[in-house]
Nanobody
């Protein structure tokens, strides 16, 4: 089982920056991909950014050029650096660890989420 803990959400003014942290309970080398999702109030879950075990990156079009996902293997953490924040970035941000198919079942784990509020 993988436990994930997101940290460092908060309130920021538009144009500001935040860096979210996702700490894993296991080596992130054992995780196929770590994905940041977000869910704004009344809206569907949205993929924000992803990083695979081999270092491939993927971003939602809405955050390209503003957000950066990266990892610190030694600390077992994945970060989401968010710059030039906009009010529409306001959401609960979730970290998701994808292990893939384990014993015949798709397996992933979720953190508890961290609130990001961008004020205009």
């Amino acid at each position: 089982q993988v436990q994930l803990l997101e940290s460092f959400g908060g309130l920021v003014l538009a144009g500001g920056s935040l860096r979210l942290s996702c700490a894993a309970s296991v080596s992130i080398f054992s995780i196929n991909a770590i994905v940041w999702y977000r869910q704004a109030s009344g809206k569907q879950l949205e993929l924000v950014a992803a990083i695979t075990s081999c270092g491939s990156l993927n971003y939602a079009d809405s955050v390209k050029g503003r957000f950066n996902i990266y990892r610190d293997n030694a600390k077992k953490k994945v970060y989401l650096q968010m710059n030039s924040l906009k009010p529409e970035d306001t959401a609960v941000y979730y970290c998701n660890a994808v292990l893939g198919v384990v014993a015949g079942f798709y397996t992933d784990y979720w953190g508890q989420g961290t609130q990001v509020t961008v004020s205009s």
